[in-house]
Nanobody, 126 residues
Framework: QLQLVESGGGLVQPGGSLRLSCAASGFTLEYYAIGWFRQAPGKEREGVSCIGSRGGSTNYADSVKGRFTISRDNAKNTVYLQMNSLKPEDTAVYYC???????????????????WGQGTQVTVSS
């Protein structure tokens, strides 16, 4: 079964850091651009960051620019999201997905992504 598995979430105080991991199961990540999305209670899923298959192209939502960094290690078949200076509004379930379609110029169109993981909960609270 082709699937992505997220890990690294947890409870952290405002201003703290977490590193999320997105590992592939059943396929090789290196051929895909990977996106991180998040969904807070009562809100729509939103794109957070994405990275090209070779790692040379990255995009960030305005709300996380300067605080989050996406990277990938194709040898480990894993993509990472380093989250610093976390805020309560970053609280959400974080998902990763592989981009399989390129019909949209918008890098965070969820319909262009597949192989969604189950998500990992990030809670930022004092």
């Amino acid at each position: 079964q082709l699937q992505l598995v997220e890990s690294g979430g947890g409870l952290v105080q405002p201003g703290g850091s977490l590193r999320l991991s997105c590992a592939a199961s059943g396929f090789t990540l290196e051929y895909y651009a990977i996106g991180w999305f998040r969904q807070a209670p009562g809100k729509e899923r939103e794109g957070v960051s994405c990275i090209g298959s070779r790692g040379g192209s990255t995009n960030y939502a305005d709300s996380v620019k300067g605080r989050f960094t996406i990277s990938r290690d194709n040898a480990k078949n894993t993509v990472y999201l380093q989250m610093n200076s976390l805020k309560p509004e970053d609280t959400a379930v974080y998902y990763c997905a592989a981009r399989t379609r390129y019909g949209s110029s918008w890098p965070f169109d969820p319909y262009e992504y597949a192989y969604w993981g189950q998500g990992t909960q990030v809670t930022v609270s004092s």
